[in-house]
């Protein structure tokens, strides 16, 4: 699986930012996907993972009630909507996809990440 994360760029605090991530190869359906961060100095953090029908999400407690994450499996899309955005959400975000069976929220619970696309929020 490959995957192309897009839509990252800079906005104000209190803005909204859609991220994209584009899978090619087979059988992305049968992926769980999630998002992940990374600030400038500091370790890759979980975001929020999504199951393979898209009927299961999970998020990390700093993202809770801002930011969605959804899946269009028709599309081999996965997206993560990220509203009220604050100045600690700039990052490289990456998107992931796992075999696991669950919902992981650990790096090493993935097989494969995308390249990053960073969000830069002002305040």
């Known amino acids: 699986v490959q995957l192309q994360a897009s839509g990252g760029g800079l906005v104000q605090a209190g803005g909204s930012l859609r991220l994209s991530c584009a899978a090619s190869?087979?059988?992305?359906?049968?992926?769980?996907m999630g998002w992940f961060r990374q600030a400038p100095g500091k370790e890759r953090e979980f975001v929020a993972a999504?199951?393979?029908?898209?009927?299961?999400?999970y998020y990390a407690d700093s993202v809770e009630g801002r930011f969605t994450i959804s899946r269009d499996n028709a599309k081999n899309t996965v997206f993560l909507q990220m509203s009220n955005l604050k100045p600690e959400d700039t990052a490289v975000y990456y998107c992931?996809?796992?075999?696991?069976?669950?919902?992981?929220?650990?790096?090493?619970?993935?097989?494969?990440w995308g390249q990053g696309t960073l969000v830069t929020v002002s305040s």
């Open positions: 190869g087979r059988a992305f359906s049968s992926y769980n």
């Open positions: 999504v199951s393979t029908s898209g009927s299961s999400t």
């Open positions: 992931a996809a796992s075999s696991r069976y669950y919902m992981d929220r650990t790096t090493r619970g993935y097989d494969y």
